[in-house]
């Protein structure tokens, strides 16, 4: 790893950090079918943080296959029309997606980057970081202003991983607080649910 590239890792790794530590006050928001939604306010937002943990009876390699298959991760994402990779370089990737949102909201689409990072115990972190201005913006569709989070697998046993998807989103434009409310929660569950019978398969 050059030393550009590892900065880089760990100044994303501060930032994922630092929002991590904006959001410490979780509280249980659904409990359900073995997956735990828990939600937190973060500073300065009036959007929550959401949380999602479930076990997945795969393995890591498993779960990385279906993360990086980008386009047919889509069809477990919550609310997810389209996806598409924009770029890879090696541990990076550049994605495209765009949202599903009820009338009369507009759609809402988003460009991450993604960093993926393997521990020597077999653990991965993938941090996601909205990178709004990366391409330019599409005709009727509200770009997502702000995304910090990631996606955790931790190895538990034979075949079985622990999966955290924790996410805090500045959706941009105006949002229903009935529509966010509902979003923090039926993102989360609704995605690990969708992934858990994909993997299980």
Known sequence: MGSLHRIAVV????????????????????????INISLSDVVGSKYKAYRGIT???????????????VVGAC??????KSQKLLKSDGVRTWTYA????????????????????????GTLTRTLK????YI?????????AQVEGLWKFVPKGADQTEVTY??????????PSWLANKF????????????KEKAEK
Request: aromatic fraction near 6%; glycine fraction near 8%; hydrophobic fraction near 40%.
């Open 55 to 69: 076990i997945i009876k795969a393995s890591v390699a498993k779960l990385r296959g279906l993360q990086e298959d």
């Open 166 to 175: 924790q996410v805090h989103t500045e959706p941009g434009g105006s949002v």
């Open 98 to 121: 765009q949202f599903n949102t009820p009338w009369p909201v507009t759609p809402r689409d988003s460009v991450l980057l993604v960093t993926s990072e393997q521990g020597a115990d």
């Open 136 to 144: 330019p913006e599409e005709k009727g569709f509200v770009r997502v």
């Open 184 to 195: 923090v929660v039926d993102a989360p569950f609704n995605t690990l649910k969708a992934l």
């Open 11 to 34: 100044c994303g790794l501060t930032v994922l950090m630092a929002a991590a530590a904006q959001a410490e006050d979780w509280k249980v928001a659904k409990d359900e079918g073995g």
């Open 130 to 133: 909205g990178v709004p201005t």
């Open 75 to 80: 069809t477990w994402i919550h609310e997810c």
